[in-house]
């Protein structure tokens, strides 16, 4: 099995950033896609973006895309997300998780392990 151990998060500005990282430990060799998602209070759980282990350019949900940057360290099973512009509709848990399969998807339902969330807050 895939253990997911989130750190980072906290509190910032409107205009601030802050970082997530997401180290994955265990079978890590099962891991195929890394991603973050995001659960507002009071609203379902969505998509922020997602790597593929193997190689290629990450994937951003259209609401991030050009402020949030996420990366990767293969040698270290560590998945980043770098996030800048902060704005208040940003506020939520962010949640990283792994798809034992091939593909980057914004459905929940196909990742399989999830760490145990992080709370980011933005004030204005």
């Known amino acids: 099995q895939v253990q997911l151990v989130e750190s980072g998060g906290g509190r910032a500005q409107a205009g601030g950033s802050l970082g997530l990282s997401c180290a994955a430990s265990g079978r890590t060799f099962n891991v195929y896609v890394m991603a973050w998602f995001r659960q507002a209070p009071r609203k379902g759980r969505e998509f922020v973006g997602g790597?593929?282990?193997?190689?290629?350019?990450?994937v951003y949900a259209d609401s991030v895309k050009g402020r949030f940057t996420i990366s990767r360290d293969n040698a270290k099973n560590t998945m980043y997300l770098r996030m800048n512009s902060l704005e208040p509709e940003d506020t939520a848990v962010y949640y990283c998780a792994v798809r034992t399969g091939a593909g980057i998807s914004t459905s929940e339902y196909v990742y399989g392990i999830w760490g145990q969330g992080t709370q980011v807050t933005v004030s204005s």
């Open positions: 790597i593929s282990w193997s190689g290629g350019s990450p």
